[in-house]
């Protein structure tokens, strides 16, 4: 890599020589690539810090009563570990890391379309995050409102939450730059012969993504404008002492906040959908119908938020027109799996990490939302609201769902982003441990959250203590794999073998190139197929 | 970073940043359509005391304001004409014009609130904390849609100013005028809301 | 979408429509001076909308634009009402 | 789950093992066929991949069926709901007051308990107040939930089925002592249920002093104990003229309690903090509390000792 030769053929994006030296070149950098990696450090580094956060949480419910810390101390602690894995983790994740390195690329341009606005989203990231974090010393305390922000105990408590909201504004700002970026690349920047529906699906994902990140953001941004003034200059719009109504924050707070969890799974799905043909050696099965189905689930995904407030007073008339748009949200995600398994059916299957972590997603996935359809039905839905079960179905989702899905497209693009490879049998041993104690750890929280177990519960009753304690134990291994994983990766990264161009025979754009990318990613126009997943 | 410029300036498409302006704007409707989801909850809850407390302000200042800010809104989309037409002295008269009626426009603002304000009327002050609760809603909403609408118009100016003076630099001219083209469609989001707020607040008694 | 092949439009268009804006203005004033009961907020509202549309149609050169910025134009609308009535879905049956 | 005592509970738990069932079966049937491709068309075989067409009718099929299923989880969920909204004419009233941490109900006549008493097989409809933040009422046995939002006025309903003990639990997040928002419902023969309900002290005609309304109206009891026990803040008990140390960003200070501290104290409660108590905690009473209210608070804290 040192001896990176100037010669006409690809100098890498990682030794490319421009203006500035150093971390300059980085953090001055507007190549798409660059910037992805500033954004895989930070939030690597928020997504450990969180983990920790949550492993403390375990700990101290290993046993009724208190354990290792105190009540607020706790209520602190949750309402930071949802605040930094929501709006500094999940939401940014897939489309800011692997959407802004692979999504150019995939369609076969040089760059984002306003590389520069690029680089100043980056910088309003690590802005929202400062902010996030000084949050957490400052004179009155630790936020402790949950990362929901429910007014009006968010309007009425003592602790920092003006500077906790300030940060969720300022990252949304960040997440919306992006997602315009990347709507106007995706109009604007494909290759020539490039048609929407020969783009990869990932692309799609990306798409579908970035329609909800510009328009449910603002929603959220106004929201959080006027809790601030709410706390500063008591407006009453939230706080039923002045007239105003504590539901309509939440019809607020969820406009935004339901659609934001389609912001964190589509990438994902995109990233399996890139996954499974390449290791099958398939075309994708049905891809105008997984393509479409991105952007049913981006819109349907508007108007189902009301599922989160069934027990909160709502009209009947709502409720069960929530519910019913919900179960119908389902439907696209259920057409998604079952072209990734028609996609593997007479394939060539090469169970290599990242398809280990691609059908891992599917399995945990189809767990997280087939209990989301138990929350979606009124009835149950009454027993198992604002219980641990929700905890459950969520971390399913998010962490099983988006969390292995990016570990998936890590360990799928690793060769390319950093030109060498990792170790394979660590890999699935990291992997092997990971889905032991992830299961571990969220599936014991379905059953007593069934049986009663209300979430954010500091303290419980003793009848509980059997799965708190096997979940704190899969905890304890879910970041012993986390660990091992990483270190793998870290080690890949700097004395890994060389990585070839395309060291899994994918048939995608991406792979027509060497690794790591030259700077302009194609040094000759690249050969765009009418289908992307041909391997005929 | 000089390759860079040269690859820029190949790849310059006027598509492209228009289209990345029109997202930008949709994300200010919806920014405001928050606010006025807000608004629509309160005003049927309470369309009585929203009924009497928007006989307190003033439709003839509100009413001026609206035929300034639809006179700027001209004038910038005539600038923007008139730099097609490689008119240069006219198109940077027009901007001029269109600042000018911004800054009418805060000033008119400015006595509004000041006025209100003289007689105790802010968020959070011991009068309105003893309004009925529709009372209250009806002048908290006026101050937080009215001041986030100010704030636009604030940034629009600035807007306008940069693109002001880029116009007497030659950096925009008759062959490329896509960030006049942006900055007008800036200005005609900020009149776009305001023909909303106008009637919303000051009309509808 | 063709390259660089942008509508001028003319000052005498933009003239009248400024004409026709400011007398929808005064038409709005007149019409919700008199107690209509609900009539006039549907009746302001009506004329809000129209005075918008013109804005976007004549200023924002929304006419002379490609058929994608006409369909996203109108999806952010729709999706707006759509939120907007799905809210009120909850407050108009308590 | 497994244990029901109301009448809501039958519909819940079928929707419940109707769509836990069909899901299972998805389950199971999806991660088979997962395991059975990689094994059966594993490249370690050598066989080539074969490429397949599109078939609409398969893709029409895997849409309309999934369609149909939840539109069925739908149904059986929403009549098995709708009862739960709409509560007999005749059903008694009960109110239920939640205030920061700490249930209490309201029976007819005013008199006031602590833990839920209702008389078996009778309906019952519970109004839901907050005094303060939004709070769940949550009685996991009789599979029933709803939220107590301040200023809103909600209600639930049901008829308790089996006489026994059953635990209250808060769900909605509700701060420091959310999870010992915890009371009891005890459902109890018609006959015992009169008898209680006769021998509850009224307690709304007890003469208490103004101050102690005020605490107790605005939540201070929920922080602060009167009988000297330390909840979340200092008690109350023998506070007034005792020393107190406090901590605060210049250092720590002994002072005497006495009115100009207290005041202060219900004021700017961050700006010095008890030592041995966390800061941020305690919201400022400014614009809440009056100063008479303060007043009358002090000259009840002279009276406990």
């Known amino acids: 890599m040192i001896n990176a030769t100037t010669t006409m053929e690809s100098v890498s994006y990682l030794d490319h020589k421009g203006k500035y030296k150093g971390i300059f070149a980085w953090i001055f950098a507007t190549d798409h690539k660059r910037i992805a990696l500033l954004y895989l450090y930070a939030i690597s580094t928020f997504f450990v810090i969180g983990a920790i956060l949550g492993l403390l949480m375990r700990l101290e419910l290993i046993s009724p009563g208190q354990t290792i810390m105190t009540a607020q101390t706790y209520n602190g602690i949750f309402t930071v570990h949802g605040i930094m894995m929501i709006f500094m983790v999940v939401i940014p994740g897939l489309s800011a890391i692997f959407g802004n390195f692979f999504l150019p690329i995939l369609i076969g341009a040089k760059d984002v379309a306003f590389p520069r606005l690029n680089l100043f989203s980056w910088y309003i990231f690590i802005t929202g995050s400062i902010l996030a974090v000084l949050s957490q010393f400052l004179r009155s305390g630790p936020p402790d409102t949950g990362w929901t922000f429910y007014a009006p105990y968010s309007t009425a408590t003592g602790t920092n939450v003006i500077f906790a909201t300030t940060a969720a504004f300022v990252l949304g700002f960040s997440s919306i730059l992006t997602g315009l970026n990347f709507i106007v690349t995706i109009h604007r920047m494909r290759a020539p012969k490039m048609k929407f529906f020969s783009m990869p699906l990932f692309p799609w994902s990306i798409y579908a993504t970035a329609w909800i990140q510009v328009l449910a953001t603002p929603i959220i941004a106004i929201t959080l404008l006027m809790l601030i003034a709410e706390r500063l200059f008591k407006i009453g719009f939230f706080d039923p002492a002045y007239g105003g109504d504590p539901i309509l924050f939440q019809h607020m707070f969820w406009i935004y906040s339901h659609p934001a969890v389609y912001i964190m799974i589509l990438p994902a799905m995109g990233v399996i959908t890139e996954i499974i043909p390449t290791f099958c050696q398939r075309k994708v099965y049905g891809y105008k119908a997984i393509a479409m189905s991105s952007l049913a689930i981006a819109g349907v995904g508007y108007l189902v938020w009301g599922h989160h407030m069934f027990t909160s007073g709502m009209s009947e008339t709502a409720r069960w027109v929530f519910s019913l748009l919900t179960f119908i949200v389902a439907i696209p995600s259920a057409v998604k799996v079952f072209n990734w398994l028609a996609t593997m059916y007479k394939g060539s299957i090469d169970l290599k990490p990242p398809l280990l972590y691609a059908l891992s997603f599917i399995f945990l996935f189809s767990i997280g939302g087939l209990t989301g359809l138990v929350l979606g039905s009124l009835a149950t839905n009454i027993q198992v609201h604002d219980t641990s079960f929700v905890v459950a179905h969520f971390h399913y989702i998010v962490f099983g769902g988006m969390g292995f899905g990016f570990f998936a497209a890590l360990h799928y693009w690793f060769p390319k982003i950093y030109g060498r490879m990792y170790n394979f049998r660590r890999a699935n041993i990291a992997w092997g441990i990971l889905f032991v104690g992830f299961n571990l750890l969220y599936f014991p929280l379905f059953i007593i959250g069934m049986q009663g177990m209300p979430r954010r519960y500091y303290d419980y009753l003793p009848q509980f203590q059997t799965g708190h304690v096997i979940s704190t134990i899969g905890g304890i291994i879910l970041i012993i794999g986390l660990f091992l994983m990483i270190r793998n990766l870290v080690l890949g990264a700097r004395k890994g073998a060389k990585a070839p161009a395309n060291p899994w025979n994918g048939s995608t754009l991406e792979w027509q190139i060497v690794s790591p990318p030259p700077q302009e990613n194609f040094d000759e126009d690249p050969l765009i197929k009418n289908n992307p997943y041909d391997y005929e | 970073m000089e390759n860079e410029l040269i690859h820029k300036e190949e790849t310059r498409d006027d598509t492209a940043a228009k289209l990345g302006m029109w997202i930008f704007i949709f994300t200010e409707l919806l920014l405001f359509g928050g606010l006025f989801i807000v608004y629509s909850v309160f005003r049927t809850q309470y369309s009585r005391e929203f009924h009497q407390a928007a006989l307190e302000l003033n439709v003839t200042i509100g009413a001026f304001n609206t035929i300034v800010l639809l006179i700027s809104s001209m004038t910038i989309a005539m600038a923007l004409t008139a730099l097609q037409k490689n008119n240069k002295k006219l198109s940077l008269r027009l901007i001029g014009i269109t600042i000018l009626m911004a800054f009418v426009f805060l000033v008119n603002k400015y006595f509004e609130w000041g006025a209100k304000f003289h007689h105790g009327i802010y968020p959070g002050s011991e009068l309105m904390m003893k309004f009925e609760h529709g009372h209250l809603l009806y002048f908290s909403l006026y101050f937080f849609m009215t001041g986030l609408h100010a704030l636009h118009i604030i940034a629009g100016m600035v807007l306008l100013s940069v693109i002001f003076f880029r116009i007497k630099k030659g950096i925009i001219h008759s062959e490329k005028y896509v960030f006049l083209e942006n900055g007008a469609l800036y200005w005609h989001l900020v009149d776009l809301i305001w023909i909303f707020l106008f009637p919303l607040l000051y009309l509808i008694t | 979408m063709s390259e660089n092949a942008t509508h001028i439009t003319e000052y005498k268009t933009l003239g009248i429509v400024l004409v026709t804006l400011l007398f929808f203005t005064l038409i709005t004033i007149v019409v919700t001076s008199f107690d209509l009961a609900v009539w006039n907020v549907v009746l302001a509202l009506v004329i809000a909308g129209t005075k918008g549309f013109l804005v976007v149609t004549y200023f924002m050169h929304i006419k002379y634009e490609s058929l994608l910025l006409k369909i996203l134009v109108g999806m952010v609308f729709f999706l707006f009402a759509l939120i907007l009535v799905i809210t009120f879905i909850d407050y108009a049956y308590r | 789950m497994f244990s ?42 050598k066989i080539a991949a074969v490429q397949l067409k599109d078939n609409t009718w398969l893709e029409i ?37 939640a205030r920061m941490w700490k249930w209490s109900f309201e029976y007819k006549g005013g008199k006031q308990s602590d833990s839920l008493v209702l008389p078996v097989n009778k309906a019952v409809k519970l109004n839901l107040e907050s005094m303060d933040v939004i709070h769940g009422f949550f009685i996991p046995s009789f599979r029933l939930k709803e939220d107590v939002v301040p200023g809103k006025h909600n209600y639930t309903w049901c008829i308790p089925e089996e006489i026994g003990q059953y635990e209250i639990m808060c769900s909605s997040y509700c701060g420091v002592r959310h999870s010992y928002m915890e009371g009891q419902v005890v459902v109890v023969s018609e006959d015992d249920f009169n008898k209680w309900l006769a021998a509850l002290p009224d307690k709304s005609k007890e003469t208490k002093s103004e101050g102690f309304k005020i605490l107790q109206n605005n939540g201070c009891m929920g922080c602060h104990s009167i009988d000297g026990s330390k909840i979340v803040g200092p008690s109350f008990k023998g506070l007034y003229g005792s020393t107190v140390e406090l901590v605060a960003d210049d250092g720590t200070k002994k002072i005497t309690a006495d009115s100009t501290y207290i005041k202060e104290s219900i004021f700017l409660p961050d700006k010095e903090i008890v030592a041995g108590y966390q800061k941020g905690i305690m919201k400022s009473y400014d614009n809440i509390l009056k100063k008479e209210d303060v007043s009358k608070i002090i000259e009840y804290l002279k009276t406990i000792k």
């Open chain 4, 4 to 45: 029901g005592a109301s009448n809501f509970v039958n519909g819940v738990d079928k929707t419940f093992f109707i769509i836990l069932g069909i899901s299972f079966f998805f389950l199971i049937g999806i991660t088979f066929t997962m395991i059975f491709f990689v094994l059966k068309y594993n490249r370690k075989k």
């Open chain 4, 61 to 97: 099929t895997w849409t309309l069926v999934p369609l149909a299923l939840v539109m069925g989880m739908f149904y059986y969920g929403y009549m098995a709901f709708i009862p739960t909204r709409y509560p007999p004419k005749d059903a008694m009233e009960v109110k239920v007051i």
